[in-house]
């Protein structure tokens, strides 16, 4: 069963692929697609933000990777991932977050970042969330170097933009959601859907004041 899932994600992708924000690429977090329809833009991007460049091959052992050298943005999946195309999204959300709400900068990261990117309504209702009120009281107990790690990671704020971003999109894509489901079922870093409503109303409105809304 998860074999044929990885490779009917990976029919879905090619050898390398430059996304083109205004153009139709062979998979973008920006459009989803349900399996009986047609592909629906789901929000629109920053004029003149730059195609990026996505590898799909070796992601240096991860189901994802995200470079940003100086003046570029790349991403990196492993198509023989189970969840490839949640990676990818995942990915996208951290280049959305430097390159499309911030200025080379992380506008998650910095509170006057978020205060201007419009993402305060999002880092409220995140941080109201169990998703990341049970991990953020980890940090009174007494714990080992590699829980350390993994409670740091996930109260990263570019990383909870980037969760929050790559379900909103699932939302709207059933292969997604496929993807999603199990990557949730593996981690259980993800929101159930309860717990996920008020972030993702957050999102459409945020995107919606900045006009990025189709």
């Known amino acids: 069963m998860l074999e044929a ?5 990976r029919s879905r992708m090619t050898a390398s692929v430059v996304i083109d924000r205004a153009g139709a690429p062979t998979f973008d977090p920006v459009t989803a697609v349900d399996d009986d329809a047609d592909p629906v833009v789901l929000h629109r991007v920053p004029t003149g933000l730059a195609a990026i460049l996505v590898h799909v091959g070796d992601a240096f052992g991860a189901e994802g990777y995200f470079d940003f050298p100086p003046g570029a943005s790349q991403i990196r999946v492993d198509p023989h991932g189970a969840n490839p195309r949640f ?28 205060t201007t990117a419009g993402l305060q309504a999002w880092w409220i209702a995140a941080h109201a969330s169990k998703a990341i009120r049970a991990p953020d009281t980890l940090k009174l107990q007494s714990l080992t170097s590699r829980e350390r790690a993994q409670v740091k990671y996930l109260l990263d704020p570019s990383e909870i ?5 790559s379900q909103w999109i699932a939302g709207h894509d059933s292969a997604l959601a496929t ?36």
């Open 5 to 9: 899932a990885r490779a009917a994600a």
């Open 87 to 114: 990676a990818e999204t995942h990915k996208f959300g951290h280049d959305l977050d430097r390159r499309g709400l911030g200025l080379d900068e992380f506008a998650s990261e910095m509170p006057g970042g978020r």
């Open 161 to 165: 933009w980037a969760r929050s971003y």
């Open 179 to 214: 993807e999603l489901a199990r990557f949730q079922a593996d981690s259980g870093i993800q929101w159930d859907e309860e717990g996920f409503g008020p972030i993702a109303e957050a999102l459409r409105a945020s995107f919606e004041k900045r006009g990025w809304l189709r």
